[in-house]
């Protein structure tokens, strides 16, 4: 009898540090699996168990309209529930605005900015378009006659494309942008020299500069990136930096102690080496910014966002 | 390097017991995935991802590349017996594939589906295995014009091989068109036709679509007759292998379906479907018996079977020569890829030959597989329809249900499944054929934004879809299928009339 409750107390003591330190989460990728947002989720699912700052990590997937559908469903969901996080990002900012989403970032509080990707412009090798110079020089001489080939209209694509164009003393409303649906079909295009230069992610593009078929000749990153060979767009001339960002929220309704907690557990997950591995595998940067520099980087991003899509014409 | 050579260490991997049990595990996921309407092969790979971490690179792509193959092959198995096609690339199995089935002819209708997914997956690998570079050099010739040149052909080319009558054929395929509309408009982010109503941003999903038309509204129409329905479905007539025709009348279809599909999933714009599509309007062409069509043609299974699978070889051309996914799945599958550190492109064969290669060889396992693992089950299959009616429709209903709620958990698509079930029923009560439909949505908005960005970057000049001489070719083939039976009408006047009276039905 003393021995059993013994076992019973010894085994509730080591089973009782468990229990209080893991929260369980349930992450929501408001994305279909596959793309930047679930990777995201599932590579914090991940990184929070390997390294035991959770127990038990839930991912689910609410895809459609730019996270925007997935948004309003977790406001409503997530109330005051300190277990539900949400993954987001640059492109939501631009979706809440292109589709006049009646739920918005307002209804959800911002935890923390994870990784970040730098966008580059990109030529086919035997194009006549040599510098970031050249490129001005053309869409200064005839806007339309440059086509640029990206993501969905009003993404981060369509947006560093508009803001270069703005920055470069060109009228956005002129920019001749090309929207391609996911899954590579914009290299396609640049490769098979339909269009006169890409825009995109770097990891969109990366097999084919490093086979010689395409030349970088933008990076939107403030200072040149050791993997990327081209220069950036303030080197070239054009004083511009564009990071397409990816970040995570919590519900609506938390105690300060409640956000104080969660930011902890995502601190502690982005300084762990899983993370860091990750970001390495993925070619992720790590942008972490959390508390109020977020919440004011984000206030500004969505005000610089509102302007740029109003001058290439997609929001009134 | 000799390619042979290559292939051969190749196979030297696949065969290893290991990566032999990653097929099995792979092909038997992706059949079950595929039989489900709704969840494709696309969500298992993605939900597999991270529990493949552990594993080692190519045991993990060659289980992917099983789940891709396992999926086209069980899609069809489904259509063929419930009239519920799991993917999208079997749409065009349901309708010959289920009259066969109706009239007791379901056991050969499976076979030659299998066995036409099996030629079609050796031919195509092979194809792979020796064609990719020379293959994607064609597939990258194609830009917005062309692909909007090969919509025009398709639509031409389908909408004549759908029913008799021209009028409600067309009919059909504009309700289809309109459908295709709704969500956001990829070139301009606008939303149209959504009626403010968040669920419908995206637009409307292909597989509800298709389910809902097939299998809810059969059913319905099914309930709606009562005991007036006409005959009982007839499990198994005569034999339950092919016969001495029906191989005759399978194997050009398995052959032409392949040539039509390979290069068509290898195109980055092109997709599956459009390659079942085109095939099916071939075998109804070169079919020495038309009549049979939309009443249970073997070809008519034989063909697009084999053309899905080959695209699924297809589109892992561009993937592992360019690193450029043509399908959902091969999107999933380049996540996977980079998961390793692997980056798919034009140094994946020359960085690492051994994977590329073994991937390949086990794509021959993955096939040889599927067809000892599908065959022997025909029997079982068949069986299926003798389940009285009441009961087979109440379950099939049931399964569709559950397929688009597994997909897409939300009150909303399950609305959309019902509201398009009725529509599916109200179309076969007016006898509208139901596939024009479903092709509109998929080829509509595939042709509306080829053609946006063909005059984007020509800066509206039209004369540009006739300057490339990829689509000026296809247009005029699209001018020829269009014009010529009109012409052919024209010749007699007993034709006309019999014409005429066919159109207005």
Not at chain 1, 220 to 245: C, H, R, Y
Not at chain 2, 59 to 87: C, K, R, V
Not at chain 2, 250 to 275: D, N
């Amino acid at each position: 009898m003393k021995h059993l409750l013994a076992t019973a107390f010894l085994a509730g003591a080591l089973a009782l540090p468990a229990g209080v330190m893991a929260a369980d989460y349930s992450i929501m990728a408001p994305a279909a699996p596959g793309g930047g947002w679930d990777q995201t989720a599932r590579a914090m699912q991940e990184a929070l168990t390997a390294e035991g700052i959770s127990g038990n990590v839930q991912v689910t997937n609410v895809p459609g309209a730019g996270g925007t559908i997935g948004l309003a469903q977790f406001a409503q969901e997530a109330k005051g529930d300190p277990s539900r996080l949400i993954v987001g990002g640059y492109v939501m900012v631009g979706a809440i605005l292109t589709n006049k989403a009646p739920v918005t970032l307002d209804a959800v509080t911002p935890i923390a900015r994870l990784t970040g990707e730098y966008e580059v412009i990109v030529v086919p090798a035997a194009s006549d378009i040599k510098t970031l110079a050249d490129l001005v020089a053309k869409l200064k001489a005839d806007p339309g006659s440059v086509s640029w080939a990206g993501g969905s209209a009003g993404g981060t694509d369509h947006i560093t494309a508009g803001l270069f164009a703005k920055t470069a003393g060109v009228d956005p409303k002129a920019v001749n942008y090309v929207a391609f649906s996911g899954g590579g079909e914009a290299l396609a295009a640049v490769l098979g020299s339909q269009v006169t230069v890409g825009i995109s992610g770097y990891g969109e593009f990366q097999s084919q500069v490093e086979a010689g078929a395409l030349r970088v000749i933008g990076v939107s990153a403030p200072e040149k990136v050791a993997i990327i060979d081209g220069p950036t767009f303030k080197e070239g001339g054009v004083d511009l930096v564009v990071q397409n960002w990816r970040g995570v929220w919590a519900g609506p309704d938390l105690s300060a102690e409640q956000v104080a907690a969660i930011t902890a557990d995502i601190e502690k997950m982005v300084n762990s080496e899983t993370w860091k591995k990750t970001l390495e595998t993925k070619g992720w940067n790590n942008t972490w910014l959390a508390g109020d520099a977020f919440k004011a980087q984000l206030a500004t991003e969505i005000e610089a966002t509102t302007a740029i899509l109003k001058d290439i014409g997609l929001v009134e | 390097m000799d390619t042979f050579l290559l292939l051969w260490q190749g196979l030297a991997v696949a065969l290893q017991p290991i990566n032999l049990l990653y097929a099995l595990v792979g092909v038997t996921l992706g059949t079950a995935v595929g039989v489900l309407p709704g969840i494709g092969p696309a969500t298992t790979v993605a939900l597999l991802l991270p529990v493949t971490y552990k594993l080692d690179p190519a045991g993990s792509l060659i289980m992917f590349a099983g789940i891709y193959y396992g999926g086209m092959y069980g899609g069809s198995t489904t259509s063929i017996l419930l009239n519920t096609p799991g993917e999208s690339a079997s749409i065009v199995t349901a309708l010959e594939g289920n009259k066969m089935a109706k009239k007791g002819r379901g056991g050969p209708a499976l076979a030659t589906a299998a066995i036409g997914s099996f030629v079609a997956g050796l031919i195509a690998t092979l194809a792979l295995a020796f064609l990719a570079p020379w293959v994607v050099s064609v597939a990258l010739a194609f830009g917005p014009r062309e692909y909007f040149a090969l919509m025009v052909l398709a639509f031409v080319t389908v909408s004549a091989a759908f029913g008799d009558s021209a009028l409600r054929g067309l009919t059909s395929l504009f309700i289809g068109l309109t459908l295709g509309l709704v969500g956001i408009d990829l070139q301009t982010g606008q939303a149209r036709l959504s009626f403010s109503h968040p669920s419908l941003l995206d637009g409307i999903e292909v597989t509800t679509l298709a389910v809902a038309m097939f299998a809810v509204g059969e059913t319905l129409y099914v309930a709606a007759q009562g005991k007036r329905a006409p005959e009982s479905i007839e499990p198994v007539r005569g034999s339950l292998w092919m016969s001495a025709r029906d191989w005759a009348r399978s194997w050009k279809a398995w052959l032409r379906g392949t040539v039509i599909g390979f290069p068509i999933g290898a195109m980055p714009a092109g997709g599956a479907e459009l390659g079942t599509f085109f095939s099916y309007a071939v075998e109804k062409k070169l079919s020495k018996h038309p009549e049979e069509f939309g009443e249970g043609a073997i070809e008519g299974v034989a063909g697009p079977e084999a053309a899905n699978n080959a695209s699924a070889a297809g589109t892992l051309v561009p993937l592992l020569t360019l690193g450029l996914p043509t399908s959902a799945t091969a999107a999933i599958m380049l996540a996977g890829f980079q998961q390793y550190g692997l980056q798919p492109g034009p140094l994946l064969f020359t960085s690492n030959p051994q994977l590329v290669w073994g991937l390949i060889a086990s794509l021959l396992v993955a096939n040889l597989m599927l067809i000892v693992l599908n065959l022997p089950l025909i029997g079982l299959w068949v069986r299926l329809l003798t389940i009285p009616k009441p009961w087979l429709y109440g379950g099939i209903l049931m399964f569709a249900t559950l397929g688009t709620i597994g997909a897409n958990p939300s009150v909303f698509e399950l609305a959309m499944l019902l509201v398009f079930g009725l529509l599916g029923y109200g179309l076969r009560v007016f006898h509208f054929p139901i596939a024009p439909v479903v092709v509109g949505l998929i080829l509509g908005p595939m042709a509306e934004q080829q053609l946006r960005r063909a005059l984007a970057i020509s800066q509206g000049d039209v004369m540009v879809l006739f300057t490339s001489p990829i689509s000026a070719v296809l247009l005029f083939l699209a001018a020829v299928a269009l014009i010529l039976p009109l012409v052919l009408r024209a010749q007699g006047r007993g034709r006309v009339l019999a014409a005429v009276a066919a159109d207005s039905d």
